[in-house]
Each structure stands twice: as C-alpha cells, then as structure tokens.
C-alpha cells in the first residue's frame, strides 16, 4: 500500500516485546495411552453395543487433539462387540454444506478410512425423528438416524456465542452437528439468544426418539491436549454434561491479562474455533454480544487464516485489520453457507484491509484512543487455542512479573518483520 495510508502506518512505532510463558494445569492423556483410555471409559457402560449391529460414530469439524486415534478407538471397541461401525461427519454446514466437504475435513484431520479401519459415510441428507413440544421438527443424518446405535463423540467446552447449562458438546453435536445443514438451519432461526433454550430441547427430542448408544465426551486442557474421556448412557447425558462443562470452563486457554490496547491473532480458522477466534479467550465483540469474559482490547489483528479451515474466514468480523494474505485466502461459498445457516452475518463483516502483517497492526494501534501512545499495551497469540506462549510489550512487563502464572521467557527485542513487512510467509 502507497499514498497516505502507508504514511500513517510508517508514522507509528511498535514497542519491543517480551515473549512470556502462560502456566496452566497441565493434567493430560499422553498420545499412546489414548486407545486404552478410550476403552476403559466405555467400559463402564454395561453393553450398550451388541453383536451385529450397526453403529454410526459422529465426528465433528473442529481441531481437537488426538481426533484420528480417538475415533479409530472407538471404532475398534464396536467392532470388539462384534458390531459394525462407520463414521457420520456431524458439523452441521461446515464444510461448503456438501458431503465432499465434510470428509475433506475429517480426511484433513487423518480420519481416513484406511486409518480408523471403517466406512466414512458422509451425506448431507437427513430424516425427521420427532417434533419438540414447542413443534420444531428434529432432523438428523439420514444415515445415522437408520443405524441400530449412534455412538455421540464430542469435545466438550464453553460456547462461542451463547451461554447455558449446554454448549459445545454432546447435545449440540446431536443438534446441531448430526442435524447438517438442515437441522442446524431449524435450530438457528431465533438467533443465538435462544440457543442455550433450544440445544437441550433438540437434544432431549433426539435422546428419546433416535438410536442413541453412548455419549463420549472429550475435555482439553488448556495447552489443547486430551485430559479426560467420559463415556455415557442416553440417560445421563442431560444430567453429567453440565457438570463437565463447568470442569471444562476451567480448562479454558485464557490470556492472563485484564486488558490491551490491541490483540495480535497470527491465525483465525473454523479448526481452532466456531468463531475463527473464541471470544471467551480473545473478548467479546459485535459478533459475540451473549458472551462475557475474555480480554478487553480495543483493537484486534487477524493475519492469517490456518490452513484447516479451508478458506472459510469466519471469525473476520470480529477484527479491525487484517492482511491481503488471508483476505486471498477466503472461500465465500464456504465462509457464506456457516453464516447463513447460523443467520451471523456480523460474523464475515470485512475489516480494513492492509498489505502486510506490520501495517496490520501499525494501523491497529494508530487508531486506538486515549492509550499512551509511548508505551502501548500490546499482546500478541498464535490463535485462541494456544495461548501457552505469547508476545506482551514493555507496558505490560512489570504487570506479567507480578503474576505467578507467567514466566517471562526473553525480551525485549523488536518485532522480526521481513522485508516484504510480515512476521511469516
């Protein structure tokens, strides 16, 4: 970018940062202890598999850890039953909203036939198995809704954009993921204001009315590593997922600071969260009005897009800049078909739009109002899911020594920009 612009960018400094290390819990399932884990857990289930059946495993969109091994586990205790397991993607309309793009993205996490061992039978088409009290007709994966047994796998943590006994987790892998497009278009309708109301409600209609075997719930730590499974019968999902929720919510990734002048995402992506960025770690915003918490920045830069999310930029419109890198990247039919089933169009809202990563955030930070503009305040993370080391500046220094949960690893030392102006190719 030339002209005026790249003036006002060259005009603002950058302070030097200091790279600190976030101190979490660090309770964890090591990766090759994952499958035994696996199979003690649902050995606690007095046989809800039995000889012959057929048993579809959902599989979602998001980035958890260890997801291949965990599935392919799951499909080896079915088949240690002597059933017959296959594998339902249950992201609702990621994925473009096509069957395709579903398993791309669970082939993208190496959920590959060849790995776990069992047909992926991904379909966008889907069946009604009952109507709410409230008469919302429930849809789920055809598929699925004609096995003899669904095993819900799913990892559970707070939600991006609402708030309630039920987020991210086994009733809403059931409502909203196994609902595919149409299910989650349904549920969508009254906006994120009554998505605490109609996830159980959708849930518990699913829970009575289609072949639900099992519940397998998964928690992460807050460095994104498996910490704990929780294998459940139908009949005590609606009562144990609160309280794994709540064990969740204190696992989150949280950034140990109160406030910033701006916040740094070197990456934003439907793998690391619903919202490209999860507003419960990186604040609030227009787009995430029912959620609280978080850090409160003024200003907010998103870099670029992982790789995962295969262009769908979800998650931009909570910024304030971002760069022509990942503005290339985007995939509008992708991006466009999960707002629209969401009705969040707020969520893919066009940021200001700059050349490079260090104008990204000159710009940023030139646009902040009544900070000291000699010593600013700004924090600097990889994505919302892995916030173990980040970058702080010199403002907040003596603030991160004061806090026992932070190391300070080195600084201070000036922002590596190439000479093209980014942090990274």
Same mark, same amino acid.
């Given at each position: 970018?030339? =002209? ?7 005009? @603002?400094?950058? %302070?030097?940062?200091? $790279?600190?290390? $976030?101190?979490?819990?660090? @309770? ?15 050995? #606690? ?26 599935? #392919? ?7 240690? /039953? ?19 793009? $579903?398993?791309?993205?669970?082939? &993208? ?8 061992? /069992? ?38 943590? %707070? ?73 459940? #019968? ?44 999860? %507003? ?11 959620? @609280? ?21 979800? &998650? ?35 940021? /200001?739009?700059?050349?490079?990563? $260090? ?47 932070? @190391?300070?690893?080195? =600084? %201070? ?7 093209? &102006?980014?942090?990274?190719?």
């Amino acid at each position: 970018m030339s =002209g005026i612009i790249h003036q006002l960018c060259a005009e @603002t400094p950058l %302070p030097q940062m200091y $790279q600190v290390r $976030q101190n979490f819990d660090r @309770t964890r399932i090591d990766a090759e202890a994952i499958p035994d884990a696996v199979f003690a857990a649902v050995s #606690r289930i007095d046989h809800p598999v039995k000889k012959g059946m057929s048993i579809a495993i959902t599989c979602g969109s998001r980035g958890i850890a260890h997801i291949a091994v965990i599935i #392919r586990s799951l499909a080896e205790w079915v088949k240690s /039953c002597g059933a017959r397991p296959f594998v339902v993607p249950a992201m609702g309309s990621h994925g473009g909203a096509t069957a395709e793009g $579903q398993r791309a993205i669970l082939e &993208g996490y190496g959920v590959t036939e060849a790995f776990i061992g /069992c047909p992926i039978v991904s379909s966008m088409e889907t069946a009604v198995i009952g109507v709410t009290p409230e008469g919302h007709h429930v849809r789920i994966d055809r598929n699925a809704a004609e096995a003899d047994g669904i095993v819900v796998a799913g990892r559970i943590k %707070p939600h991006t954009d609402f708030h309630g006994p039920y987020e991210s987790g086994l009733m809403k892998m059931m409502t909203i993921g196994l609902g595919k497009r149409e299910g989650a278009d349904i549920c969508h309708k009254a906006g994120f204001g009554r998505m605490h109301h109609l996830v159980p409600l959708f849930g518990r209609c699913i829970l009575e009315n289609a072949p639900i075997a099992l519940g397998f719930a998964i928690l992460e730590n807050a460095y994104g590593e498996t910490c704990k499974f929780a294998a459940l #019968r139908p009949d005590e999902i609606s009562e144990q997922e609160p309280v794994l929720l709540e064990e969740a919510r204190t696992h989150l990734p949280l950034i140990l600071f109160d406030e910033a002048d701006v916040l740094v995402i070197d990456r934003i992506g439907k793998d690391i969260s619903g919202d490209g960025m999860d %507003p419960n770690v990186t604040g609030a915003s227009p787009c995430s009005p029912f959620v @609280t918490g978080g850090l409160k920045a003024q200003r907010t830069v998103a870099l670029d897009l992982t790789q995962a999310t295969h262009g769908a930029a979800v &998650g931009i419109g909570a910024a304030h800049t971002i760069t022509r890198r990942l503005f290339n990247k985007i995939d509008y039919e992708s991006t466009y078909i999960n707002v629209i089933t969401a009705r969040s169009l707020e969520f893919v809202r066009i940021p /200001c739009i700059l050349e490079t990563d $260090q104008e990204a955030i000159q710009l940023a930070l030139r646009t902040c109002t009544n900070i000291d503009e000699d010593n600013p305040r700004i924090i600097r993370i990889a994505d919302s899911l892995h916030t173990e080391k980040i970058w702080i500046s010199e403002a907040l220094r003596k603030e991160a020594e004061r806090n026992p949960r932070l @190391t300070l690893l080195s =600084g %201070p030392e000036p922002w590596l920009f190439n000479e093209a &102006g980014n942090l990274f190719i």
